[in-house]
Nanobody, 115 residues
Framework: QVQLVESGGGLVQAGGSLRLSCAASGSIFTYDAMGWYRQAPGKQRESVARITRGSSSNYADSVEGRFTISRDNAKNTVYLQMNSLKREDTAVYYC?????????WGQGTQVTVSS
């Protein structure tokens, strides 16, 4: 069983930065991939960034160049560094892990960007 705990969300002004963390209960180097998703009010959950076991990463077009996903295998933690935040980045951000072809989710952390 995989448990994921997000932290680092909060309120920030447009143009500011936040770093989200996702601590996993297991050894993340065994996971097929980890990623961040977000869901804004009235919208579907969408993929934001993803990093594979081999540390290949990809991003949604809307965050490319502003967000960076990284992993620290020793700490079993994945990070999402978010820079140049925009109001449209406001959402609940969820950590995701894929392990043995199953998806696991954290409880989510709120990110609110004010103008």
């Amino acid at each position: 069983q995989v448990q994921l705990v997000e932290s680092g969300g909060g309120l920030v002004q447009a143009g500011g930065s936040l770093r989200l963390s996702c601590a996993a209960s297991g050894s993340i180097f065994t996971y097929d991939a980890m990623g961040w998703y977000r869901q804004a009010p009235g919208k579907q959950r969408e993929s934001v960034a993803r990093i594979t076991r081999g540390s290949s990463s990809n991003y949604a077009d809307s965050v490319e160049g502003r967000f960076t996903i990284s992993r620290d295998n020793a700490k079993n933690t994945v990070y999402l560094q978010m820079n140049s935040l925009k109001r449209e980045d406001t959402a609940v951000y969820y950590c995701n892990a894929v392990w043995l072809y199953k998806d696991y989710w954290g409880q989510g952390t709120q990110v609110t960007v004010s103008s």
